[in-house]
């Protein structure tokens, strides 16, 4: 299931990403792709306080992987510098694991990835406009079919 919705500023961003978050289910995983700057971790600090997360939820550009704990798990990884690399075995764990998991650059590791997933491809349209470009497979599937814009 494929959608293309825009999103005109930020506050529309928050609820999108509210939205997201109200559909989560243990091992959820939510794939972002875009440009510096588009809004990938934006959207990840609103989808996690809606789930519970306290903490400041930051760019995780230079660690990989964060791991933050609240209501639920989220596993915030950022994965821009494993271009090239490809498999990434040690971070697989988190990716097939029960908790939440956000990937930024998840194509960086795309053979890590399931086919079973939550895409969002976030571009860039103006300042605050964005166009995002969602696909779902599987179980994410009825999660798709559910947005309106
Ligand atoms: N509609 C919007 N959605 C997301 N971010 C937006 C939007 N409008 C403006 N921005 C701004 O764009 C920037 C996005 O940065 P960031 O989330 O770090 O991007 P990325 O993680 O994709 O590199 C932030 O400064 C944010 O405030
Ligand atoms: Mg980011």
Redesign the pocket.
Known sequence: MYKEII?E??S??KIFAEDIGKTIFPGFLLCLE?D????????TKYFGASIGITDMIN?PTFTILKIYEGKNTLYHMDVYRLMGIGMDFELEEFIYGDEICVI?WYKNIIESIPDERLVIE?EIID????LLKIEGTGKYEEIVEKITN
């Not at 300042?127 to 964005?130: A, C, F, G, P, Y």
Request: no cysteine; proline share 0%; glycine share 14%.
């Open positions: 999103i500023n930020l529309e961003m875009g510096l700057g588009a809004g990938k971790t934006t959207f760019s930024e976030i300042l605050d406009k964005r």
